[in-house]
């Protein structure tokens, strides 16, 4: 997800006010370039004078997430192994136009065929395929990838400013996810993501430990003081747990749990002082670590993955810290209040979108009837949460959430849910039954498109390729995203429920059919559109995440079984110690 992250493109949209350091670069020291970035030899300015250690799990506190799976019939096994090897193919497709257009390099372009290094030029599209490689059963080019990492040199950096947050999911995340996997049999996957940690650490080195998440690494090296920003995105601070808190485990140095650990005891103590008591707004202040100043309030982009850490933090603990728990439980209450929300279809749906509200505290709006793509994540993070905890009540809230986005990408004209849309809501967001009504709906579209009766509402509706019920397309491009897929996968995983491969597939023809390159795929400017024009990107996410679930869908169930792993917000599994 994000400076365009799979859940955070909305990011570049807003500006924010950043602290200006004022600070002179010393000049450098005796060290040469590639001894300077060693990080162990930069100094800390404000050590942490007593660790938080890492709880130990508790036995038998998490129930089995995943389905007992029937034997299958030959029949469903042999469609399945075809599908599963055409997930396969465009995955090999696309991984060997990287290969051949821009090894190393972060992305390739996949009309043009350009190499491109908007991350930092780390070799992107590499370290977050690698565990893709393994599960698809890609050894020898897993090899060649697990090699070429140690060409990559994070000493040097296309850009002044690392995303902090971004550098985490993808590259920590992917290297130890890669290591997990395979079962520790290549030290080097570790060794890269203890090189990364390490570094990553240093943007902790403020006066309060809270992380700069838009930081300024070659000052840092040179050890200019810093201090955490006032104005930081929800998402960027709060989704840095599971992998920090993996590196720790794996290494046996606690420095990093107790990194983020402090972050979240903030997250606990702000829950309910903000304007919407249960949530934190999209921005908070890790300055003066007062998280009560903003008032707009969501799930979608920016936010997202703050939220979806809590319950996967509980789970990669082991039931090790309550506090995950609680902090997800009250936040799921107000989400539920709040952020959810029936849209109206022509024939009663029962499901669910995430969409946002405003509050200043006393006066908290109506839900902004929002449906963003990044926010399909939130059907899969509640059904796996339901498990964890025990609800069959918030498990069918999960699967609702997940039908709202397989409904928007079932009923539009494309086939694919674009970026953002808006929904006709239902009156009482909530309420068990919604009739169609036609009348609202009229008024709703004249007051949109200035149409004068039925017939012309009709004919609008028609044009646009929408159904009855979606209102307006705020965003139409589909970059390759993979939150719907994503809670498809966690509830075909945790149901069984074989018609959810069957959606899955047509979702897949669909995204293929229009993506497909002489490369590899390429984002959509408008997915629906009659014949959608195609952008020439392809962000990493497609390999790690989207190609990753289709995949799995497919596969056998115990593979990267969720009662084994943990997902990050980059679809990196992080293997639960028990
Ligand atoms: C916040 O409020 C909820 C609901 O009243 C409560 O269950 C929860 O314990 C509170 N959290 C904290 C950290 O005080
Ligand atoms: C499986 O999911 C479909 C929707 O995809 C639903 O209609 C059906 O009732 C589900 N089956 C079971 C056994 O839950
Ligand atoms: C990609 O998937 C489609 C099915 O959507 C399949 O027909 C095709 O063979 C697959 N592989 C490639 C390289 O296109």
């Known amino acids: 997800m994000k400076a365009s992250h799979s859940r955070l493109a909305l990011a570049i949209t807003l500006s924010f006010a950043i602290v200006s350091l004022s600070y002179h670069p010393k000049s450098p020291g005796p060290y040469t370039l590639k001894e300077r970035f060693k990080w162990s ?3 800390t300015r404000y050590p942490v004078t007593s660790m938080i250690p890492l709880p130990s799990a508790i036995p038998h506190s998490i129930p089995k997430i995943q389905a007992t799976f029937p034997t299958e019939t030959s029949t469903h096994r042999q469609e399945r192994l075809a599908k599963l090897e055409a997930v396969k193919s465009n995955f090999t497709h696309a991984w ?3 290969k051949s257009k821009a090894w190393l390099k972060d992305e390739v372009a996949p009309l043009s065929g350009q190499a491109l290094n908007p991350f930092g030029g780390w070799a992107a599209t590499l370290v977050d395929a690698l565990d893709t490689l393994w599960i698809m059963d890609m050894k020898e080019d897993f090899e060649e990838a697990v090699a070429a990492i140690d060409k990559i040199d994070f000493t040097t950096c296309a850009l002044d400013e690392i995303n902090v947050f971004e550098t985490t999911i993808r590259y920590l995340g992917g290297f130890m996810a890669a290591y997990d996997l395979s079962g520790g049999q290549y030290p080097a996957l570790l060794k890269k993501a203890a090189e990364m940690g390490s570094m990553l650490y240093k943007a902790f080195d403020t006066p309060n430990r809270m992380p700069i998440t838009r930081w300024k690494f070659k000052d840092a090296v040179e050890n200019v003081p810093q201090e955490a920003p006032d104005g930081i995105l929800l998402a960027e601070i709060g989704s840095l747990t599971l992998e920090f808190t993996r590196l720790s485990q794996l290494t046996g140095d606690t420095k990093y749990y107790d990194a983020v650990q402090r972050i979240m005891s903030i997250f ?7 304007k919407l008591p249960g949530m934190w707004p999209i921005q908070v202040n890790a300055k003066t670590e007062d998280f009560t100043g903003s008032q707009m309030f969501t799930i979608g982009g920016m936010a997202d993955s703050a939220y979806e850490y809590l319950p996967k933090q509980y789970l990669l603990l082991n039931g090790g810290a309550t506090q995950y728990k609680q902090m997800y439980e009250s936040t799921l209450t107000t989400m539920k209040n709040h952020i959810f929300f029936r849209p109206m279809t022509i024939d009663g749906k029962d499901i669910l979108f995430a969409g946002q509200v405003n509050s200043n505290g006393q006066v908290i709006s109506a839900t902004d009837p929002q449906a963003q793509h990044l926010g399909c994540f939130a059907g899969g993070m509640v059904a796996l949460a339901a498990k964890a905890f025990n609800s069959e009540a918030d498990l069918e809230v999960g699967k609702k959430l997940m039908e709202g986005c397989l409904w928007a990408y079932e009923s539009m004209r494309g086939g694919i849910m674009p970026e953002i849309i808006h929904t006709l809501p239902c009156p009482d967001k909530l309420q068990v039954k919604c009739d169609w009504d036609q ?15 039925v017939t012309s509402a009709e004919e609008q509706l028609q044009n646009l390729g929408l159904p009855h019920g979606i209102m307006t397309v705020d965003d139409s491009r ?3 995203r993979p939150e719907a897929i994503e809670s498809v996968f966690i509830l075909y995983r945790i149901t069984g429920n074989a018609t959810l491969q069957d959606r899955a597939w047509d979702m897949f023809n669909t995204i293929i059919s229009k993506t497909k390159t002489s490369i590899a795929h390429a984002a959509l400017n408008d997915c ?6 195609k952008a020439d990107r392809m962000e990493s996410f497609w390999l790690a995440e989207t190609l990753k679930y289709f995949y799995l869908i497919f596969s056998e169930p115990d593979l990267v079984s969720l009662d084994d792993y943990v997902l990050n917000t980059e679809a990196h599994p992080l293997k639960r110690t028990s």
């Open 41 to 43: 030899n930069v100094p």
């Open 478 to 480: 589909y970059i390759l």
């Open 528 to 533: 629906n559109a009659i014949n959608p024009t």
């Open 268 to 274: 606990e103590d702000q829950q309910n002082k903000t």
């Open 439 to 453: 009348a609202k709906w009229v008024s709703a579209m004249t007051e949109k498109y200035g149409t004068t009766d």
């Open 96 to 98: 060997s136009g990287y």
